[in-house]
């Protein structure tokens, strides 16, 4: 599996971005969103199942961003809202079948994108 992310730059506090992960192979997966900030580890953002529906976020980000997906376009997107500068990140896409329950860690991952970086300034 091959996951292309895209869609990162630089915004304003308060701003948006909407980051894209396309896949080439995309049913019957967890697609996750991650971000690493300079030394410090992945951190769990948001995960969407691509088969039924279902989406996990972390308490940081809720409220803020939405996860949807394409299914036609094996395509998950990240809507990112009003942005703080702790958003700061390399912001990565990954793909696993691992049980829900285990979505948030990023060891459970098999696949990822090569990251967009994300940088919220003021």
């Known amino acids: 599996v091959q996951l292309q992310a895209s869609g990162g730059g630089l915004v304003q506090i308060g701003g948006s971005l909407r980051l894209s992960c396309k896949a080439t192979?995309?049913?019957?997966?967890?697609m996750g969103w991650f971000r690493q900030a300079p030394g410090k580890e992945r951190e769990f953002v948001v995960a969407?199942?691509?088969?039924?529906?279902?989406?996990k976020y972390a308490d940081s980000v809720k409220g803020r961003f939405t996860i949807s997906k394409d299914n036609a376009k094996n395509t998950v997107y990240l809507q990112m809202n009003s942005l703080k500068p702790e958003d700061t990140a390399v912001y990565y896409c990954?793909?696993?079948?691992?049980?829900?329950?285990?979505?948030?860690?990023?060891?459970?991952?098999?696949?990822w994108g090569q990251g967009t970086q994300v940088t919220v300034s003021s």
């Open positions: 990954g793909a696993t079948r691992v049980v829900w329950s285990s979505v948030s860690d990023p060891s459970k991952y098999y696949y």
């Open positions: 192979e995309f049913a019957g997966r967890t």
């Open positions: 969407i199942r691509t088969s039924g529906g279902g989406s």
